[in-house]
């Protein structure tokens, strides 16, 4: 793999590289030697950001971290694209997906049926009372969901508000 790392508002010492190619080298054995991985650390305040992007043909594997120590956040980035690399490659392995950017190890390793995607493992019902948007981010906060669906009183669609970064939201809507 090649790692490229930048900093937003933060010195990037020997330390903090070091311990980013230490970590992100475990992912090694997962790609092909020429793969290339963006990594981005950035300090805004207390919170100590790691960006990883790594694409991959038409597809993206992404991480971002946020904690208030930077080697704390790197661990944890580490550890999410992994778990996403294993979902990852049941879909490739199943649709038979081109897989150059890949280790042979890593597609030809068993895959354990617990890491199967898709796999709904809980059904819940709810009232669709008409709302307006203002009152369905509500209801979202109140519940503690990233995303509350509703059916909304102007359109009488069913629609969907979400968080955003930056405490904002925002609200997906049929196109007809």
């Given at each position: ?21 230490e970590r992100l080298s ?94 709904i493992v809980r059904t ?50 049929p196109e007809m």
């Open positions: 793999m090649r790692i490229t790392i930048t900093g937003r508002n933060i010195e990037l010492t020997a330390g903090i590289k070091d311990a980013v190619n475990k992912l090694d054995k997962y790609f092909a030697p020429d793969t290339d991985v963006n990594v981005t650390l950035s300090v805004e305040k207390e919170r100590q950001k790691i960006e990883v992007t790594i694409p991959i043909k038409g597809h993206i594997i992404r991480s971002e971290q946020v904690s208030s120590d930077m080697y704390v956040s790197i661990d944890m980035v580490e550890e999410t694209i992994e778990r996403q690399l294993k979902k990852y490659r049941t879909k490739l392995v199943d649709k038979k997906h081109s897989a150059g950017t890949f280790q042979e190890e890593f597609l030809d390793a068993d895959i354990d049926e617990e890491e199967e995607p898709g796999e819940k019902k709810i009232g669709m009372k008409p709302m307006y948007p203002e009152d369905a981010c509500i209801e979202m906060e109140l519940t503690g969901h990233d995303f509350f669906v509703f059916r909304n009183a102007e359109s009488d669609e069913i629609n969907v508000v979400y968080k955003r970064k930056g405490n904002t939201y925002g609200l997906i809507e």
